[in-house]
């Protein structure tokens, strides 16, 4: 139902080292720059964009939920954040409350948004 979807950022350049980082231990990488907005994507379609916050007065928490194609890569994504220094929320775990093969982390990215990682394959 989505094409993309966009953030705005405090800090820019921290938040595409970030996103850098963790995007790529589940297949997603920078696709396109254009100056200080990124897209981030698979196959050469961004499909997520940050970009410095020009818009807006204060923070409002978002969440957002990339897909992982396995628990190693949603793993992964875990100690990418953690080397990146921002909170872990949850670390990876399977939560059957959603299904009983969601494996899921959720993380703070440098704004405070709520990111997750999840595979919703078994193991």
Do not use: K
Request: glycine residues 10%; aromatic residues 12%; charged residues 20%.
């Amino acid at each position: 139902m989505l094409d993309h979807v966009s953030i705005q950022c405090a800090d820019q350049p921290d938040s595409a080292a970030f996103y850098d980082a963790v995007l790529l231990t589940i297949g997603g990488t920078r696709v396109m720059d254009f100056g200080e907005v990124v897209g981030y994507g698979v196959g050469g379609r961004p499909t997520f964009w940050i970009g410095p916050r020009t818009t807006g007065q204060g923070f409002r928490e978002s969440h957002l939920a990339f897909a992982a194609p396995d628990r190693a890569s949603v793993d992964a994504f875990h100690r990418a954040a953690v080397a990146a220094g921002v909170e872990v929320l949850h670390g990876p775990r399977l939560w059957p409350e959603y299904h009983d093969t969601y494996y899921a982390v959720f993380v703070r990215d440098p704004d405070g948004n709520n990111i997750e990682a999840v595979c919703h394959r078994p193991e």
